[in-house]
T-cell receptor, first 112, second 114 residues
Framework: GDSVTQMEGPVTLSEEAFLTINCTYT??????LFWYVQYPGEGLQLLLK?????DKGSNKGFEATYRKETTSFHLEKGSVQVSDSAVYFC???????????FGAGTRLFVKA | DTEVTQTPKHLVMGMTNKKSLKCEQH?????MYWYKQKAKKPPELMFV???????INESVPSRFSPECPNSSLLNLHLHALQPEDSALYLC?????????????FGPGTRLTVL
């Protein structure tokens, strides 16, 4: 079945450091790929998405590129802020499907 | 309005109580979801409604009973819960299933079962 694997955390960085959170997937067909973020005490919010191979999703300085050849969707940000401290979930959904498959989540701590 | 609202924010109940969680969206979305999220885990799908009809029940115990009174509202009725049911309950909606299925989440109800 479909699955998402993302790097285990927690990831601890200093402010202005470069961030990469790895995500790989296994899926039949051509899924859409997502990064959701969950801040402490809140629900999930969509951070960015990509719906086909080679698409780049971007938002708030975060980027991820849909790589079909490596089945990956790694999240990157050039300079993290304390306010980016949260849990990040990589996810996939097949078009016309009812389910979204979530990775285990990666907790990010950013120190001032 | 791109918001999904959930009430209450917090709920404490005994194992013999009956309570309900409520979710509302006014984005015209035709798919609505209930998820359960335990600490430090991803959301687990419980139920999916499509066009106000139950499409998926992920083998959820009958002490959880979903209801979709109309296209904007989703309820989760709770009865005779167990302490292990304590979790964050998230509601979500998406336009439908023809597109990429981007989901909009509410803030959740933090449920504690004593």
């Amino acid at each position: 079945g479909d699955s998402v694997t993302q790097m285990e955390g927690p990831v601890t960085l200093s402010e202005e450091a470069f961030l990469t959170i790895n995500c790989t997937y296994t899926a039949t067909g051509y899924p859409s790929l997502f990064w959701y973020v969950q801040y402490p005490g809140e629900g999930l919010q969509l951070l960015l998405k990509a719906t086909k191979a080679d698409d780049k999703g971007s938002n708030k300085g975060f980027e991820a590129t849909y790589r079909k050849e490596t089945t990956s969707f790694h999240l990157e940000k050039g300079s993290v802020q304390v306010s980016d401290s949260a849990v990040y979930f990589c996810a996939l959904s097949n078009t016309g499907g009812f389910k979204t498959i979530f990775g285990a989540g990666t907790r990010l701590f950013v120190k001032a | 309005d791109t918001e999904v609202t959930q009430t209450p924010k917090h709920l404490v109940m005994g194992m013999t109580n009956k309570k309900s969680l409520k979710c509302e969206q006014h984005m015209g979305h035709r798919a609505m979801y209930w998820y359960k999220q335990k600490a430090k885990k991803p959301p687990e799908l419980m139920f999916v409604y499509s066009y106000e009809k139950l499409s998926i029940n992920e083998s959820v115990p009958s002490r959880f009973s979903p209801e979709c009174p109309n296209s904007s509202l989703l309820n989760l009725h709770l009865h005779a819960l167990q302490p292990e049911d304590s979790a964050l309950y998230l509601c979500a909606s998406s336009q439908d299933f023809s597109g990429d299925n981007e989901q909009f989440f509410g803030p959740g109800t933090r449920l504690t079962v004593l």
